[in-house]
């Protein structure tokens, strides 16, 4: 059984974990936490700072136990993620062997992704909710575990050009779709918000931004589009999770 970890329990209790969980947890605090070159996700950074992230661990992001520790992970977040803080977000962080990090292309990666949460919502045990829709291609559509939307983001060790998407290991963020309540273009706060990521975004990566960055609800948006960029501004022609998804009717 795995558990979900905070900041301040990782900074206090870090060396009880295998080597590889705590390099991962180090590399990504000096990431997120780098004041001379800022990360882009006000969000997520702040988040860090105010310890309202939970980080988990799991397994080679191709295996069983992945899965099965992620679908644990999620489970476990769903039931308490309103009580971290106004910037929440899951992020579980997968041991990610020689072999991937040294042959792996982003593609590759972004196959790894899909299968991620395409077998984790195969083993969700709560019924999709009825205010989401199933279909990937809807506007409103946005991955779903035990009743809760989330935003996911993956960051790999393949992306070279869009530095903001690199991390030294294969990782997933799970970012509750409640945090978005005030961060959308229906509110000042929330334009302005996006105006200033998007700025940021531009100076950390240094190209534009993906053109599949877009508002949730707007009529033109897939949310799948932006839950994996690679480092063109190609997409992939159909989303992965589309069969999966259709299932859980």
């Given at each position: 059984?795995?558990?979900l970890?905070s900041k301040?329990?990782?900074?206090?209790?870090?060396k009880e974990?295998?080597?590889?969980?705590?390099?991962?947890?180090?590399?990504?605090?000096?990431?997120?936490?780098d004041?001379?070159?800022?990360?882009p996700c006000?969000?997520?950074?702040?988040?860090?700072?105010?310890?309202?992230?939970?980080?988990?661990?799991?397994?080679?992001p191709?295996?069983?136990?992945a899965i099965?520790?992620t679908?644990q992970?999620?489970?476990?977040?769903g039931?308490?993620?309103?009580d971290?803080?106004?910037?929440a977000?899951?992020?579980?962080?997968?041991?990610t062997?020689?072999d991937?990090?040294?042959?792996?292309?982003?593609?590759?990666?972004e196959q790894?992704?899909?299968?991620v949460?395409?077998?984790?919502?195969?083993?969700?045990?709560v019924?999709?909710?009825?205010?989401?829709?199933?279909d990937?291609?809807?506007?409103?559509?946005?991955f779903c575990?035990?009743?809760?939307?989330?935003?996911?983001?993956?960051?790999?060790?393949?992306h070279q050009?869009?530095?903001s998407?690199?991390t030294p290991y294969f990782?997933?963020?799970?970012?509750p779709?409640?945090?978005?309540?005030?961060?959308?273009?229906?509110?000042?706060f929330?334009?302005?918000?996006?105006?200033?990521i998007?700025?940021?975004?531009?100076?950390?990566?240094g190209v534009?931004a993906h053109p599949s960055?877009?508002w949730?609800?707007q009529?033109?948006?897939?949310?799948?589009?932006?839950y994996?960029?690679?480092d063109?501004e190609?997409?992939?022609?159909?989303?992965?999770?589309?069969?999966m998804?259709?299932?859980?009717?």
């Amino acid at each position: 059984m795995v558990h979900l970890k905070s900041k301040s329990w990782l900074d206090h209790n870090g060396k009880e974990l295998p080597d590889w969980q705590q390099d991962a947890f180090r590399k990504f605090g000096h990431m997120i936490a780098d004041d001379e070159r800022m990360y882009p996700c006000i969000p997520g950074r702040q988040g860090y700072l105010t310890d309202s992230l939970r980080f988990g661990f799991a397994a080679d992001p191709r295996s069983d136990k992945a899965i099965e520790e992620t679908a644990q992970l999620l489970h476990q977040y769903g039931e308490c993620s309103r009580d971290t803080g106004r910037y929440a977000s899951l992020v579980i962080f997968y041991e990610t062997p020689t072999d991937m990090t040294a042959t792996f292309s982003v593609e590759d990666y972004e196959q790894v992704f899909w299968s991620v949460l395409s077998r984790v919502s195969a083993k969700d045990p709560v019924p999709w909710p009825a205010h989401i829709p199933q279909d990937p291609s809807h506007h409103a559509w946005e991955f779903c575990y035990s009743g809760h939307p989330y935003f996911a983001f993956c960051g790999t060790p393949a992306h070279q050009v869009r530095r903001s998407r690199w991390t030294p290991y294969f990782l997933i963020t799970f970012q509750p779709r409640w945090v978005f309540e005030e961060i959308n273009d229906s509110t000042v706060f929330g334009r302005n918000m996006k105006s200033l990521i998007r700025q940021k975004l531009v100076e950390y990566d240094g190209v534009p931004a993906h053109p599949s960055l877009k508002w949730y609800g707007q009529t033109d948006n897939l949310e799948w589009e932006q839950y994996f960029l690679r480092d063109d501004e190609s997409v992939a022609p159909k989303c992965p999770f589309t069969s999966m998804a259709m299932k859980k009717k």
